[in-house]
């Protein structure tokens, strides 16, 4: 019910519901409210959110980032900054995101800005053909998960380098048009690869499923399985 009412953005009532509860609220629940707060950038209740969840699970990375980015999207940089700090003291990494294709019978596994495969040219050939053809068709970089204070076109570039778009880059140009691409991401998606990777299924035709840390998608024809919820 805190997710349902979080989603729909009525995060008040999803905080009042959590104070009312005759039990102790674990991290699943204080999680949803976090989530929640970062797609409707309610700074103030994402912090109430990562006190609680601090205290439950104070080794998790994932919580600090999602607040993070809910600091970067408001342009909070003091207090990504803070964050950031908060983890170095804390001995807290934050976990490094990979992306896995299989082709051809090999898993080939992608970091964000590698360049390290044997077919890194092609693949950010294929990256550069893609972004003109997505702006083409009306895709505009969305830059609020990077949270670091950079340029805009900075940014960008950080956003269009993520793991899972050199994997599908990569799987675009060894397989043959109209294969079912599978990825796997060690972590959540972010929103503007999530609308990349929407504008990339209709432009080429593909089928694309991403397994990432919470869900599968499964986008066709520019839309995806999850409804823009995950």
């Known amino acids: 019910m805190v997710d349902l009412l979080g989603r729909c953005g009525r995060l008040d009532e999803a905080y009042n519901l959590i104070t009312q509860m005759r039990v102790m609220p674990d991290a699943c629940v204080w999680g949803a409210l976090l989530s929640s707060c970062k797609i409707h950038g309610n700074v103030e209740l994402g912090e109430v959110a990562l006190e609680k969840l601090i205290e439950l699970e104070p080794d998790n990375s994932g919580n600090y980032v999602i607040l993070s980015n809910i600091y970067a999207q408001a342009g909070k940089w003091e207090g990504v900054a803070r964050l950031r700090k908060l983890m170095i003291d804390g001995g807290i990494k934050k976990n490094i995101a990979c992306s896995w294709i299989e082709v051809k019978n090999k898993v080939h596994a992608f970091l964000s800005g590698d360049n390290s495969h044997s077919n890194s040219d092609a693949i950010y050939a294929e990256l550069r053909r893609l972004e003109g053809r997505m702006k083409e068709a009306g ?26 778009r ?7 140009i060894s397989t043959l048009p109209g294969t079912r691409l599978l990825i796997t991401k060690n972590l959540r ?7 990349a990777i929407k504008f990339i299924s209709k432009i080429t035709e593909r089928e694309i499923t991403v397994r990432d840390v919470n869900r599968y998608h499964h986008f066709k024809d520019g839309i ?7």
């Open 139 to 164: 895709y505009v970089p969305g830059t609020g998960s990077v949270f670091h204070d950079v340029e805009d076109d900075e940014k960008t570039n950080m956003v269009c380098s993520h793991s899972e």
């Open 189 to 195: 998606v972010c929103e503007d690869c999530h609308v």
């Open 224 to 230: 995806c399985s999850c409804g823009d919820y995950w």
């Open 166 to 172: 050199l994997a599908i880059a990569f799987g675009l």
